[in-house]
């Protein structure tokens, strides 16, 4: 069974931030900190701020948080046989009530609801690039290969 997804993730030429992605999306579901992405990029973590504030508007930490959440989106959406905690879980969050406190700060709805109305991942999952409006900055997608549960 093929577990795999597309997830979208903020795209960027720049080198030390395509490190992070790449190091965040092989370790979502571990406990990760700001100390762990500025080291899988060989940086500090002040420069890193920097530069996640210059490249997407947003601190590094909350890049990742909305990662583990398009993850998890793309998963209630495509994935129907994982019950919520354990996309909750293998995308990352600690605990349930955290992640659908973040899911509906981040989709508007519930991720219950989100499944039960079938509704469609909010960046277009079919094109391989996309643009998102964020904080008035717009911001390049692009989709990346992702599988957070093992055989």
Known sequence: MDWSINIPTLDTHHPTVRKVTHYVLQNLNNFLTLDDLASAASVTTFYLCRLFKEQFNLSPMKWLWLQRTWAAGAYVTSKKEFCLTDIAF?????????????????????????????????????????????????LNIRYMEFNCFTQ
Request: contains cysteine; aromatic residues 18%; proline residues 4%.
């Open 90 to 138: 293998a995308c990352g969050f600690s605990s349930s009530a955290h992640f659908s406190r973040l899911f509906k700060q981040v989709f508007g709805v519930t991720p219950s609801k989100f499944r039960k109305e079938n509704f469609l991942f909010t960046i277009n999952s079919t094109a391989p690039t996309a643009y998102l409006n964020l904080e008035n900055k717009f």
